[in-house]
C-alpha cells in the first residue's frame, strides 16, 4: 500500500449546494400543502432533493491542520486527503482520521546485556511522525504499538554491540561515551524496522544509562579506581619532569652533588610531591664521625 491523493471538491460549494437541495425539498412538500389533490410531481422531486441532500451530507469532511482522513469505499482504498479545510469527497466512504504530527515516544527502562556481557538498564525517547498514510492504516494493525515495539526490540540490539564504558581501550566506542553515535546507529535501525509502517524517524537519545543494581556497587569501585589509576600516573610523570627540572637548575648554577646525594635529593622529592599528605622536613646539620 502507497499513499495517493483522493478525489476531492471544495467543500464550501458543496455546502451550498446542500443548502440549496435541502430548501428545494422542503419548498417542495410545502407546496403540496395548497393543493386539494396531491401533485405526483412535486412529490417526486421533494424525496429527489431530499435523497440527493443527504447523498452530498455524506461526502462532506473537514481536516485540520497535520491531519489526513483516509477514504475508504466499501472496503477500497481511493486516496488521502492531507489539506486542511472543508471538502467533499466520494459519498457514503469512510473517513478514518489520521494524525501527522510529530510525536515523542519514550519507551521503558529496559535491562538488557552490553557487549561485555554486563546487565545495564537503558532507556531510550524516539521522535517519530507517520509520512504514509496508507501503510500505516493498512500494512500494520495499529502503528503506534508497532513504533512501541519495534523501538524497545532495536534498543536491545544495539546495547549489544556496545559496551557502557571503556576502561582498557579509551578509542573504542561505547554506550557512555558516544551517545550521539549510539543514537544514530538507533534510528537507522528503527527507520529500517519502521519503514513498513510508513513512520519516519526524526531522532532518537538515551534518556537513561546505567548498570543494574546487582552490579553497581562493584563497578563503581572499578571506575574510582581506575580514576585513582590515572591520577596517580600523572602525579608521577609531573613529579619526574620536576625533579629533572631541579637538578637541571642546580647543575647550570654550579652545584656537584655525588651519586649518593643525587639518588637521596631525586627519592625526598619524589616522596614530597607524590605524597597524598604534607611532608615533615628533617634538617640535617651535619655529619658526626666516630
Same mark, same amino acid.
Given at each position: 500500500?502507497?499513499?495517493?491523493?483522493?478525489?476531492?471538491?471544495?467543500?464550501?460549494?458543496?455546502?451550498?449546494?446542500?443548502?440549496?437541495?435541502?430548501?428545494?425539498?422542503?419548498?417542495?412538500?410545502?407546496?403540496?400543502?395548497?393543493?386539494?389533490?396531491?401533485?405526483?410531481?412535486?412529490?417526486?422531486?421533494?424525496?429527489?432533493?431530499?435523497?440527493?441532500?443527504?447523498?452530498?451530507?455524506?461526502?462532506?469532511?473537514?481536516?485540520?491542520?497535520?491531519?489526513?482522513?483516509?477514504?475508504?469505499?466499501?472496503?477500497?482504498?481511493?486516496?488521502?486527503?492531507?489539506?486542511?479545510?472543508?471538502?467533499?469527497?466520494?459519498?457514503?466512504?469512510?473517513?478514518?482520521?489520521?494524525?501527522?504530527?510529530?510525536?515523542?515516544?519514550?519507551?521503558?527502562?529496559?535491562?538488557?546485556?552490553?557487549?561485555?556481557?554486563?546487565?545495564?538498564?537503558?532507556?531510550?525517547?524516539?521522535?517519530?511522525?507517520?509520512?504514509?498514510?496508507?501503510?500505516?492504516?493498512?500494512?500494520?494493525?495499529?502503528?503506534?504499538?508497532?513504533?512501541?515495539?519495534?523501538?524497545?526490540?532495536?534498543?536491545?540490539?544495539?546495547?549489544?554491540?556496545?559496551?557502557?564504558?571503556?576502561?582498557?581501550?579509551?578509542?573504542?566506542?561505547? &554506550?557512555?561515551? %558516544?551517545?550521539? /553515535?549510539?543514537?544514530?546507529?538507533?534510528? =537507522?535501525?528503527?527507520? !529500517?524496522? @519502521?519503514? #513498513?509502517?510508513?513512520?519516519?524517524?526524526?531522532?532518537?537519545?538515551?534518556?537513561?544509562?546505567?548498570?543494574?543494581?546487582?552490579?553497581?556497587?562493584?563497578?563503581?569501585?572499578?571506575?574510582?579506581?581506575?580514576?585513582?589509576?590515572?591520577?596517580?600516573?600523572?602525579?608521577?610523570?609531573?613529579?619526574?619532569?620536576?625533579?629533572?627540572?631541579?637538578?637541571?637548575? &642546580?647543575?647550570? %648554577?654550579?652545584? /656537584?652533588?655525588?651519586?649518593?646525594?643525587? =639518588?637521596?635529593?631525586? !627519592?625526598? @622529592?619524589? #616522596?614530597?610531591?607524590?605524597?597524598?599528605?604534607?611532608?615533615?622536613?628533617?634538617?640535617?646539620?651535619?655529619?658526626?664521625?666516630?
Amino acid at each position: 500500500m502507497t499513499t495517493k491523493n483522493a478525489w476531492k471538491l471544495n467543500g464550501f460549494a458543496a455546502l451550498l449546494l446542500t443548502i440549496l437541495l435541502l430548501a428545494g425539498g422542503i419548498a417542495c412538500f410545502i407546496g403540496l400543502d395548497g393543493q386539494e389533490e396531491p401533485s405526483p410531481l412535486l412529490i417526486a422531486g421533494g424525496i429527489v432533493l431530499f435523497l440527493l441532500f443527504i447523498l452530498m451530507t455524506t461526502a462532506l469532511t473537514i481536516v485540520q491542520p497535520n491531519q489526513a482522513r483516509v477514504i475508504t469505499f466499501f472496503g477500497r482504498y481511493k486516496g488521502t486527503v492531507t489539506d486542511s479545510g472543508l471538502w467533499m469527497v466520494i459519498p457514503f466512504s469512510s473517513k478514518s482520521k489520521l494524525s501527522l504530527k510529530v510525536r515523542n515516544f519514550n519507551s521503558q527502562t529496559l535491562k538488557v546485556n552490553d557487549a561485555e556481557g554486563n546487565p545495564i538498564e537503558i532507556g531510550c525517547v524516539v521522535v517519530y511522525r507517520v509520512v504514509d498514510t496508507a501503510k500505516a492504516m493498512f500494512d500494520v494493525d495499529n502503528y503506534e504499538k508497532f513504533v512501541e515495539i519495534q523501538s524497545e526490540t532495536a534498543i536491545r540490539h544495539i546495547a549489544a554491540h556496545y559496551a557502557y564504558d571503556t576502561f582498557n581501550d579509551e578509542s573504542a566506542p561505547s &554506550l557512555r561515551g %558516544n551517545t550521539d /553515535e549510539v543514537g544514530g546507529q538507533m534510528s =537507522a535501525e528503527l527507520q !529500517n524496522r @519502521l519503514s #513498513v509502517a510508513g513512520v519516519e524517524v526524526l531522532e532518537t537519545r538515551l534518556t537513561h544509562l546505567a548498570y543494574a543494581p546487582e552490579i553497581a556497587s562493584a563497578m563503581l569501585q572499578r571506575q574510582q579506581a581506575m580514576a585513582i589509576i590515572s591520577a596517580r600516573q600523572r602525579i608521577v610523570e609531573g613529579a619526574v619532569s620536576i625533579v629533572e627540572s631541579a637538578l637541571r637548575q &642546580l647543575e647550570e %648554577n654550579g652545584v /656537584e652533588l655525588d651519586p649518593e646525594r643525587r =639518588a637521596a635529593m631525586i !627519592n625526598n @622529592l619524589l #616522596v614530597t610531591i607524590v605524597s597524598d599528605k604534607g611532608s615533615t622536613p628533617v634538617i640535617n646539620t651535619g655529619t658526626i664521625y666516630g
